[in-house]
């Protein structure tokens, strides 16, 4: 399994952006789907996007496509969520993820490995 840390979380006015960085240990991250998903007070935590092993493919959920990023950097084993445009709905504990090696998926039970997790709050 790798290790995940978060940072970047915070508080932000509606319409603000926000980076959330992941940084992996571990000298196989090149080889590992990573996502993002969230998870707001109540409900149950969902998948917000995720990135290949290559970088080649990406996904969002619907509710944050266009706004939100993702992306990987292999050289500082980090994967990083830009987030634009944000809307108090976007609230919640964010999380990093490190899926399947070598396959691609965004279902959250193939993610296995998970960070400690960084509010976001998003303010109107």
């Known amino acids: 399994q790798v290790q995940l840390v978060e940072s970047g979380g915070g508080l932000v006015q509606a319409g603000g952006s926000l980076s959330l960085s992941c940084a992996a240990s571990?000298?196989?991250?090149?080889?590992?789907?990573m996502g993002w998903f969230r998870q707001a007070p109540g409900k149950e935590r969902e998948f917000v996007a995720a990135?290949?092993?290559?970088?080649?493919?990406?996904d969002y959920a619907d509710s944050v496509k266009g706004r939100f990023t993702i992306s990987r950097d292999d050289a500082k084993n980090t994967v990083y969520l830009q987030m634009n445009s944000l809307k108090t709905e976007d609230t919640a504990v964010y999380y990093c993820?490190?899926?399947?090696?070598?396959?691609?998926?965004?279902?959250?039970?193939?993610?296995?490995?998970w960070g400690q997790g960084t509010q976001v709050t998003v303010s109107s």
């Open positions: 990135i290949s092993w290559s970088g080649g493919i990406t």
């Open positions: 571990g000298r196989t991250f090149r080889s590992y789907t």
């Open positions: 993820a490190a899926g399947p090696r070598g396959l691609y998926s965004t279902q959250i039970a193939d993610f296995d490995s």
